[in-house]
């Protein structure tokens, strides 16, 4: 993931987390409890979902996550 990307990322979670009243890293860790949550669903979708989600290690990241989601959103609105 490119440096900017993941500013713009840091960015929008301080974001977040001043609308929410909690810090950055507590949002981060909200999204990636949710993301471990939906990894572990049974429904066949979220499996294929998460089993062909493009990601640098075994699970993804929050990063990698919200860049992978912006991205997918943003070319659906277009």
């Given at each position: 993931?490119?440096?900017?990307?993941?500013?713009?990322?840091?960015?929008?979670?301080?974001?977040?987390a001043k609308?929410?009243?909690i810090?950055?890293?507590?949002?981060k860790?909200?999204i990636?409890?949710?993301?471990?949550?939906?990894?572990?669903?049974?429904?066949?979708?979220?499996?294929?979902?998460?089993?062909?989600?493009p990601?640098e290690?075994?699970?993804?990241?929050?990063?990698e996550v919200?860049?992978?989601?912006?991205?997918?959103?943003?070319?659906?609105?277009?």
């Amino acid at each position: 993931m490119s440096p900017e990307k993941k500013q713009k990322i840091e960015k929008n979670l301080k974001i977040i987390a001043k609308r929410e009243g909690i810090t950055p890293e507590e949002v981060k860790s909200e999204i990636g409890r949710a993301v471990s949550y939906a990894m572990k669903s049974s429904d066949p979708k979220a499996q294929r979902f998460w089993n062909n989600f493009p990601c640098e290690g075994d699970s993804p990241t929050v990063e990698e996550v919200i860049a992978y989601l912006a991205e997918k959103l943003s070319k659906e609105i277009s």
